[in-house]
């Protein structure tokens, strides 16, 4: 990781639809932002595309695997079937200390089957997965999954959403503190990253009752009771 | 079924803490409720115990087969493990056009572990297994997993939770009318039964989430941006 970096957020697959609205959110909140993506270009222009959306934007755009030698956060927004050649990739960049952060979904679209359908995952989890190839003494945490693009870049509105957000504990409240950046999103503690495979399967069960409910801009979730809450 | 007793709801299991919550939910509703129970004695207890909190209540008590004998709507509210046991005592009982509820979890208790932990199950969820030991023509519906029942027992407030609700079409609408019954319960069309995997899931995470963040009286969910949405 290149010196004073540690701040930053990388967010490889950055020009996606998911991956752009979250680097929006974290510009916004006065962030460095690094977004990667496999072709520098596409990195470059979606750069620009934060830079217009939010002035004085700290954003710069590279390939994923020099994008995630920037920052302390290393979040992973890349297609589920993108996700270990995206981390092989990435083997001798990360480095102990840094955080990667899993928001796929082993959606079945990955086989060509529906979205609202999940593949089972060896591991248990896209965010397993993760952690199986991630090297040593780097971190996973499992969040955003189910925060919907439309809503992330939408800067006008608050998401109104809440994520889990589970993991070791240290990283894990290193990214529940990303959450409060991102107004009406509330992190939820949600434990040991093993708890991902629920918030997986939630998401896709959200994916299908947005098309069921013809919500193209996407539902999302509040818990209710939740102690000492407020809307974020 | 016995004459008449199409509009009853019977709760096998109905002695239990979430089983009884519906039960006083749908007598105070106006419905006439049957608890079912493997002792005759346990559910008559709980009926007194309904009619004690609901003036005028029309509930009665009755062994799991005679109960489920005597209600189109057949709730099945006993632990996971007693799931398969008890449904091959109704072989006999059930008749087509019945309706059966699977509001079971496959929580890890079953075998001594941890309520915040699941097992797999061979048919994809609790509700796919109640599916595959129901006769023909017998409709099975996945909902209520998710509300907590302490939520349910405090007559005195609404549950705000959102359920979902999976199934075939005709025996799912059913269903979520029976959501609207509950002041603050919405009833959440969650498309095919194979969808009850994820709600089953998603309710191991929140009984994890209650005890994380030191909630025994239960949290829940409501969907947000869902179209055309009073809170019931």
């Known amino acids: 990781m290149t010196t004073g970096a540690a701040d930053s957020i990388a967010i490889l697959g950055g020009t996606g639809d998911q991956g752009l609205g979250l680097a929006l959110r974290f510009a916004r909140a006065g962030r460095a932002v690094v977004i990667g993506s496999r072709k520098e270009d596409r990195a470059l ?3 620009d595309e934060v830079r217009n959306a939010v002035a004085g934007a700290n954003v710069i755009g590279l390939e994923n695997a020099e994008a995630a030698a920037r920052a302390g956060i290393v979040i992973l927004s890349v297609p589920f079937e993108h996700t270990a050649p995206t981390l ?4 001798d960049v990360l480095v102990p200390g840094q ?6 979904v082993p959606l079945a679209t990955a086989i060509g089957d ?3 359908r999940t593949l089972g995952v060896w591991q248990g989890s896209c965010a397993e997965l993760v952690a199986s190839l991630v090297p040593d003494a780097v971190s996973v945490v499992s969040a955003f999954q189910n925060v919907a693009s439309h809503r992330l870049q939408d800067l006008a509105h608050d998401v109104e959403c809440d994520v889990i957000v589970s993991g070791a504990k ?8 990303l959450c409060r950046l991102i107004p009406g999103m509330r992190g939820i503690d949600g434990g040991p990253l093993a708890n991902a495979r629920f918030v997986e399967g939630w998401t896709a069960l959200l994916i299908g009752l947005n098309v069921r409910y013809k919500v193209p801009s996407g539902m999302g979730f509040r818990l209710t009771h939740l102690p000492g809450a407020g809307t974020a």
């Open 114 to 116: 529906g979205a609202a």
């Open 99 to 104: 955080i990667v952060v899993s928001m796929g």
């Open 88 to 91: 092989k990739s990435l083997k």
């Open 170 to 177: 240290a990283p894990r409240e290193r990214v529940m503190e």
């Open 45 to 47: 222009a979606a750069a």
